[in-house]
């Protein structure tokens, strides 16, 4: 999500990541501001590395067509040999984005239903325009990728559960409430819907341990917030505090605690420092 990054910076921090001690590499999706494509950046990710997964955290599903989301994740599943175990997708907040992509946000709820479902059928080669034949290329896992879903309240929580496969839960601070709560209220769910297996539960918040770290993760939030209002970004910019060793630890055990079986960390900066000195503290820890 920083301005200014070149093919140079992302090299890097792809072998940094692949070298680490770390089980996967994610990217999330925004229109607006100096971001880069998700999918391609994950391409790139999926060739230049060759241990970690590869995670997209998330598809703004109802913004794109399900028939094309189901062929750039099959293809990068391929390109990574295998790497890409599951996605993430959400319903998004950013109407802004919506209208540059020329998508509505009305309908979004059922759209993303419908949309799993025909992802759902192109992974398992089934004709989605009749006589028409399949769409490719096949996954490398049967079925397709595992579907996360990346949903807030409770009743979004409950329409994902009739057909995620987990949640991804976020907690910009790393909070153990916030996390616990998301996931009782996907195990909840998940009861209701008559599942028999328990979500997977994948949760992220953001950190920082560059050079005056704290100062630079008030911007970094209220940057990317900016597009909801300076009111909004400003108290959440004021919110996060994981900027030090001592507050990332206990933000690491606050996820575990709550039950997370799959955390992401997402960095304020793109220094290198960010991940060595992360590096540091998992290994200490």
Not at 7 to 26: C, I, M, N, Q, T
Not at 69 to 94: F, H, P
Not at 190 to 218: C, I, N, T, V
């Amino acid at each position: 999500m920083k301005a200014g990054l070149n093919r140079e910076d992302y090299l890097a921090w792809f072998k940094r990541v692949d070298e680490g001690p770390f089980h996967s590499l994610s990217c999330g999706e925004r229109v607006h501001g100096p971001t880069y494509d998700m999918r391609a950046l994950l391409s790139a990710a999926a060739i230049a590395t060759s241990r970690v997964k590869i995670t997209p955290t998330l598809y703004v599903l109802p913004m794109h067509s399900a028939v094309g989301v189901a062929k750039e994740v099959a293809t990068m599943d391929i390109l990574s040999g295998g790497r890409m175990e599951q996605i993430c997708v959400g319903y998004g907040g950013r109407a802004q984005d919506y209208q540059a992509m020329g998508q509505s946000m009305k309908g979004r709820y059922q759209r993303m239903d419908d949309q799993v479902k025909t992802m759902r059928q192109v992974w398992a080669g089934e004709e989605v325009i009749s006589g028409a034949g399949s769409i490719g290329p096949t996954p490398t896992q049967p079925g397709g990728p595992k579907i996360l879903a990346g949903a807030l309240g409770p009743k979004s929580i409950a329409r994902c559960a009739k057909w995620a496969d987990g949640l991804y839960a976020w907690s910009g601070n790393g909070e153990k409430h916030e996390l616990a709560n998301a996931f009782a209220t996907a195990d909840r769910a998940w009861q209701e819907a008559g599942r028999s297996e328990k979500p997977y539960r994948m949760g992220g918040f953001w950190y920082s341990l560059a050079d005056d770290a704290q100062s630079r993760l008030y911007d970094y939030v209220y940057n990317y917030l900016d597009i909801a209002g300076p009111e909004i970004a400003k108290a959440m910019a004021q919110s996060v505090t994981r900027s030090n060793a001592e507050a990332l630890r206990e933000a690491l055990d606050n996820a575990e605690a709550a039950g997370c079986e799959e955390l992401f960390l997402v960095p304020a900066t793109a220094d290198l420092s960010e991940i060595d000195r992360l590096c540091e503290i998992l290994e200490s820890r």
